[in-house]
């Protein structure tokens, strides 16, 4: 079992910049990679950003933007969002995979957080 939580979202004006924080635990955390997707109503959970192998992998609409670090213990994940736009407004969420080759793949994943909402005004 691998347990993730998120922190740090919010409100936050166009143009600004948001930092999220992901802390996972477990007995087995160490066998998994972690991930940063999104998700906003009506739409498929996106990969924003995450590490495989300690390299870090980045979502199309995203890259550039934001930056994903990942702490020696490889048990958190960060992600710095900067230069926000109201189409980043969703629902962002911690992943926890074991086969780390799918990283962007959302039904791969075995473990979620609960979410953390970003909500960016115009």
């Known amino acids: 079992q691998v347990q993730l939580v998120e922190f740090g979202g919010g409100l936050v004006q166009a143009g600004g910049s948001l930092r999220l924080l992901c802390t996972a635990s477990?007995?087995?955390?160490?066998?998994?990679?972690l991930g940063w997707f999104r998700q906003a109503p009506g739409k498929e959970r996106e990969f924003v950003g995450g590490?495989?192998?300690?390299?870090?992998y980045y979502g199309r609409s995203t890259e550039g933007r934001f930056t994903v670090s990942q702490d020696d213990t490889r048990n958190t994940l960060s992600l710095q969002m900067n230069r926000l736009r109201p189409e980043d407004t969703a629902l962002y969420l911690c992943g926890a995979i074991q086969n780390g080759r799918y990283l962007q793949h959302a039904r791969r994943y075995n473990y979620w957080g609960q979410g953390t909402q970003v909500t960016i005004s115009s």
């Open positions: 590490f495989n192998g300690g390299s870090p």
């Open positions: 477990g007995d087995a955390v160490s066998q998994y990679e």
